[in-house]
């Protein structure tokens, strides 16, 4: 069964993460599922995409499922990991996808929100990145994600604390386009969809392409990128890191060492 709810109507799709009993975690198989209902909208030329969740939902999503990370001795970040290959195909899909967010945002989850276009929500929703409480390395195109859309003082502080920002602050910082009444939320999403459905989406495809492309014109010697890796490695081989994972699970505070 799919883990995700599809709708769409003039030209607007609408991708609702459909698996509450576990928050909507971005499992291997909800990723899939929302890469398949981007495909299909996509052959059938529907240019606009809406992501949310089932309405009145706690928790948007508590992003990467943690149980799907490796213990240990493994990039959980990699270049095909499920989350990863998501990211790409939000920014690679030719037409805007815009986050309409009631409730929390989580980790994974929080870096989806940075990659879709732009962020609708409502004074419910609040936003955590918590990979340093996992002892989680994040990797460079996903902190590139956050430095493209916030005062890099803003991200430090997302990713040292890993406390949530609440939906004004996060309006404030630009996390967020717009902050909508609850009762409002889907109503000013539609309309901003409306809007944008009337304008010349080939423009448009390939305006968003060169956001993209641009957006990631960062100079790296290999020295640098060798060095980088071979600190995250360090990270994801670290006593730490199997002690936060294996906290998560057994749902007790992490006992972190330095090693």
């Not at 100079?219 to 490695?233: K, Y």
């Amino acid at each position: 069964m799919s883990l995700v709810k599809v709708e769409f109507s003039e030209k607007v799709g609408i991708i609702t993460l459909n698996n509450t009993q576990k928050l909507n975690a971005l499992s291997a198989q909800l990723v899939d599922d929302i890469i398949e209902a981007l495909d299909n909208f996509q052959k059938q030329k529907i240019h606009i995409i809406i992501l949310r969740a089932p309405e009145g939902s706690k928790v948007w999503s508590a992003g990467h499922d943690v149980k799907e990370l490796p213990s240990k001795m493994r990039d959980p970040l990699s270049y095909y990991d499920s989350l990863e290959v998501l990211l790409r195909a939000v920014e690679e899909y030719p037409g805007p996808v815009i986050a309409m967010v009631h409730g929390s945002v989580w980790g994974g989850a929080c870096d989806l929100i940075m990659t879709c276009d732009m962020v609708i929500a409502d004074k419910t929703a609040n936003f955590a990145m918590t990979p340093a409480k996992l002892g989680v390395p994040y990797n460079s195109t996903g902190i590139l994600h956050f430095m493209n859309r916030l005062p890099i003082n803003i991200a430090k502080e997302m990713f040292f604390t890993a406390e949530l920002v609440p939906a004004e602050r996060a309006l404030n910082v630009g996390i967020i386009n717009h902050l909508v009444a609850e009762e409002e939320l889907l109503s000013f999403t539609l309309n901003l969809a409306a809007t944008i459905s009337t304008r010349s989406m080939l423009s448009i495809a390939v305006i968003k392409e060169q956001f993209r492309v641009l957006s990631k014109a960062y100079a790296i010697t290999p020295s640098a990128f060798e060095r980088v890796q071979g600190m995250r490695r360090k990270v994801y081989d670290s006593h730490d890191y199997e002690e936060a994972i294996t906290a998560f699970l057994e749902k007790r505070p992490a006992n972190f060492k330095g090693e």
